[in-house]
C-alpha cells in the first residue's frame, strides 16, 4: 500500500538543496513491480491497523485483511520537544526531513538568502533518521553558498558531542569551505532550547543567535500509524526480533526501516534495503512452519561533500536473539587522507549506488 504514484527519495533531497538536483530527477515509479515483477500495488493511504482482526484500512473506509503484515512507517517529528517549535513554526522554520513541500521551502529560503546571511541548522540527537544527514546538508548547502552567496556562513548547532563520519565531514569542511562553516557540540553549549520562528532565532546552551534561515531538526519517533497501533514502545520506536523483523509487541506483524529498533543498525536507506529481504525470507519461512535462516545485515552510506567530493561508511552485521550488533573486522570508512582523484571516484560510486539500490527496491 503506498500514498503516492511516485515516491522522492529522502536521502537524496540534500541534493535538492545543494541546487544540483531537482525533485522529478529524485522520483521513483512504483509501475515496474507491477510490470515486471506482478506485485499488486494499492494506491491510498493506510490509516489504521486493527491488529486485532489482521485487517488494515485504507483511507475512504476500505478494508485489507492480512496473514503478515509488514509495515515500514517512518518517522514523525516531534513537535512537542523544544519549545517554541511546533507545526506552525515548521512553515517559517523547516525541518525538511520529509521529502516534498518542506524540501523546496527551505530551497526557496536559501535562494531568498541574501549574501553574507546566516544559515542555522539544528541537529538532534540520536535516534534520528539518516545520521549523517544534517552534515551532508550542511556541506551542500555549503557548495551553493560558497558558489552563490560567498560571504555567507553556517551553524550547526548539535546536541551531540559527536557525529557519523566526523573526522572525514570536519577535514573537508575545513579543505573545501575555510572559515564558511562553525560546529557547536551539545556538551558546548549546542543544544536547543528555544526556537522563536517569528524572531528568526534559536536559544541554546551558549546563548541566542538570529538567522536568516533556520533548519530545526526535531526529535523523532515512529510514524503515528505504528504508534497507534500499539508496535511502538515508551521510547516512540518499534522492538523487533533482530532474527526476523518481527514485532514483539504484536504478532504476525514486521516493522522494517525508521521506525524499528534494530541494536547497532543506523536508521537509514540502505539499512531498510537489507531489513526488507530479511522480513520477507522470515515470512516465507514461517509460512512454512520453518525458523527463518541465520542472517546479515550490511548498511552503505555515501555522503557528497561537494558534487564531486564523496566520503562513505560499510558496516556489516550479525543479528542474534540477544541483538544486531557490527561484525569485527568487516566494514571500514574512507581512508582519512585521500587524493583529490580518490574523493571523486567516490562521488561517482555514490550515483552508481544510487541508481543500483532504487533499481533493486522499485523494479
Known amino acids: 500500500i503506498e500514498r503516492d504514484a511516485r515516491f522522492v527519495t529522502c536521502p537524496f533531497s540534500n541534493y535538492v538543496l545543494g541546487g544540483f538536483r531537482r525533485m522529478e530527477q529524485l522520483t521513483q515509479s512504483y509501475d515496474a513491480l507491477g510490470k515486471r515483477h506482478g506485485v499488486s500495488v494499492l494506491r491510498g493511504e493506510a490509516t489504521g491497523i486493527d491488529t486485532a482482526r489482521k485487517r488494515v484500512t485504507i483511507a475512504g473506509g476500505r478494508q485489507l485483511s492480512y496473514d503478515r503484515l509488514i509495515v515500514s512507517p ?12 511546533d507545526a506552525k513554526a ?17 530551497r526557496r529560503q536559501l535562494e531568498a538568502m541574501k ?9 538532534p540527537a540520536n535516534p534520528f533518521r539518516c545520521p549523517p544527514g544534517p552534515y551532508e ?13 560567498p560571504k555567507s556562513k553556517i551553524l550547526l548547532l548539535d546536541a551531540k558531542d559527536n557525529f557519523s563520519k566526523q573526522g572525514l565531514f570536519q577535514a573537508a569542511w575545513e579543505s573545501e569551505y575555510p572559515g564558511m562553516i562553525t560546529w557547536i557540540a551539545g556538551k ?7 526556537v522563536d520562528a517569528r524572531a528568526m532565532s534559536v536559544k541554546a546552551g551558549f546563548g541566542e543567535e538570529k538567522g536568516d534561515v533556520i ?5 523523532q519517533s515512529a510514524g503515528r500509524i505504528a504508534r497507534d497501533a500499539g508496535l511502538a514502545d515508551e521510547r516512540g520506536w518499534c522492538p523487533i526480533d533482530p532474527m526476523s523483523f518481527a514485532s514483539t509487541r504484536v504478532k504476525e506483524v514486521y516493522v522494517i ?8 543498525m543506523p536508521k537509514s536507506g540502505s539499512s531498510a534495503n537489507a531489513q526488507a529481504k530479511l522480513a520477507a525470507a522470515a515470512i516465507v519461512a514461517s509460512l512454512a512452519n520453518k525458523a527463518p535462516d541465520v542472517p546479515a545485515l550490511l548498511n552503505i552510506c555515501y555522503s557528497l561533500v561537494t558534487p564531486e567530493y564523496g566520503i562513505s561508511v560499510t558496516d556489516v552485521y550479525r543479528a542474534t536473539p540477544q541483538g544486531i550488533t557490527p561484525t ?15 574523493r571523486k571516484l567516490e562521488a561517482e560510486y555514490t550515483q552508481a549506488w544510487y541508481r543500483a539500490i532504487t533499481a533493486d527496491g522499485w523494479g
Request: hydrophobic share 45%; proline share 7%; glycine share 12%.
Open 74 to 85: 517512518g518517522v514523525d517529528m516531534n513537535f512537542s520537544a523544544v519549545p517554541g517549535y
Open 90 to 106: 515548521a512553515e517559517r522554520v523547516p525541518h525538511a526531513w520529509k521529502v516534498g513541500a518542506q524540501t523546496l521551502l527551505l
Open 115 to 123: 549574501d553574507g546571511g546566516t544559515f542555522i541548522l539544528c541537529a
Open 137 to 149: 546538508r550542511v556541506s551542500l548547502i555549503a557548495w551553493y553558498l560558497k558558489n552563490r552567496k
Open 188 to 194: 558546548d553549549g549546542g543544544v536547543v532550547e528555544r
Open 215 to 219: 533548519n530545526f531538526i526535531p526529535p
Open 257 to 264: 526501516g525508521d521506525a524499528a529498533i534494530a541494536g547497532a
Open 328 to 342: 569485527p573486522n568487516a566494514g571500514g570508512v574512507s581512508p582519512a587522507l585521500a587524493s583529490a582523484a580518490d
